[in-house]
């Protein structure tokens, strides 16, 4: 690609249908050469490559610093080709993938001979998705190979949104970044481990474990205490700002700001993100309202997360949420921000 480096960065929209059409021949363009392109999905934006192609995986590892231990989900366009990607295709894989695709679900399979070690780290399983999002669907009909594609961000950092945090985060270094709008959901995809049985939740996610339950019965979970490292995703530290992140309840204002004069961070670099006990402004430098409903939260969450890191925020305390099933991914998610740099 000699055109590489003038090309570096370019984010090219999708609002009509013929600037749609030409984003996708240029995606495709690029990820059949063997390029990465930052890609919309309904989750997160991916930073995408042929699943084929062993040296575009690792362009993928790359930029993103991400370490080799770690496995990337396989994006497909249909149940054939994801069965394609998989070494036999169980009973409870079928039943799941009627339910939830195209959607925010990754199930975790025996992989077929065709995936690369790249893609799988080197294990016997590959993390298979079927994205709603029209655009990559597109891309990967196209293509007719299965796009592997991690979030868009640096790694254990905070996961992109919109084709701004991909741009800030990786900037020149993707040759092509695709904007398709605000994530739907805004979180990354719920992994369930179908290799056991009972099948294991690796990673919680906006479709939850009652739902998974419904099609696929008993489910053990990877995110209890104690429970073994299975996926890096569910490394304690990830999904984090730039700032320290503190998670709190409070009853009223006085209860807050008492704690926050505490907590030895100037409040003019303090980020106040909340959802039901809001404070006034007053000395902060930022007071954000997320709405008190999971979906809204979760679609909400990580561009307020994203906006602390580009106003240089050192502290943002956050309100905690509910203890409840729906509020499980979104909980997990700010555990993980909230975790202490692993030694
Ligand atoms: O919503 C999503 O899943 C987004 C969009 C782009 O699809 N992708 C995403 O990818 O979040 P990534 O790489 O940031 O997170 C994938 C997670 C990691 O925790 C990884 O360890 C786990 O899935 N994973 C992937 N393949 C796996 C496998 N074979 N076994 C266990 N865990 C796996
Ligand atoms: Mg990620």
């Known amino acids: 690609m000699h055109s590489k480096h003038q090309r570096g960065g370019t984010v090219l929209p999708t609002d009509t249908p013929a600037l749609f059409q030409d984003a996708v021949r240029q995606a495709v363009e690029l990820l059949r050469a063997g390029e990465v392109v930052a890609l919309p999905t309904e989750t997160v934006y991916g930073l995408a490559a042929n699943a084929l192609d062993p040296a575009a995986v690792a362009r993928v590892f790359e930029i993103k610093g991400r370490p080799a231990h770690n496995p990337i989900i396989v994006h497909v366009s249909g149940m054939p080709m994801a069965q394609r990607c998989a070494a036999g295709w169980p009973a409870v894989a079928q039943r799941l993938a009627r339910a939830f695709w195209p959607g925010p679900l ?16 080197g294990g016997e399983t590959v993390g298979v998705r079927w994205p709603s999002h029209p655009f990559i669907q597109a891309v990967i009909r196209e293509c007719d190979f299965p796009l592997a594609a991690p979030s868009a961000n640096l790694s254990n950092r905070v996961s992109p949104t919109n084709a701004a945090h991909v741009r800030q985060q ?5 040759p092509l970044i695709i904007d398709g709008g605000q994530a739907q959901v805004g979180i990354e995809s719920t992994v369930l481990d179908i290799t056991v049985s009972p099948p294991r939740l690796l990673r919680p996610g906006m479709i939850h474990e009652a739902a998974l339950q419904a ?13 073994v490292l299975k996926s890096p995703g569910m490394l304690r530290k990830h999904y984090a700002p730039k700032a ?14 008492q704690r926050s004069a505490e907590a030895g961070v100037p409040d003019s670099r303090t980020h106040v993100l909340s959802h039901t006990h809001v404070p006034s402004g007053v000395g902060y430098a930022r007071v954000s309202v997320i709405p008190h409903d999971p979906e809204a939260f979760a679609r909400a969450l990580y561009g307020e997360l994203h906006e602390c890191d580009a106003q240089g925020a050192e ?29």
């Open 215 to 227: 099609v696929a019965g008993e489910l053990t979970s990877a995110a209890g205490p104690g429970a």
């Open 315 to 343: 502290l943002i305390i956050i309100e905690a949420p509910p203890q409840t099933g729906e509020w499980r991914a979104i909980s997990d998610r700010l555990n993980r921000a909230a975790a202490a740099d692993d030694p």
């Open 170 to 174: 990786l900037g020149v270094r993707v």
């Open 106 to 121: 990754t199930l975790v399979v025996n992989r077929a001979s065709l995936i690369p070690d790249i893609v799988t780290a």
């Open 244 to 257: 320290r992140v503190l998670i709190w309840c409070w009853q009223n204002e006085q209860e807050l700001r």
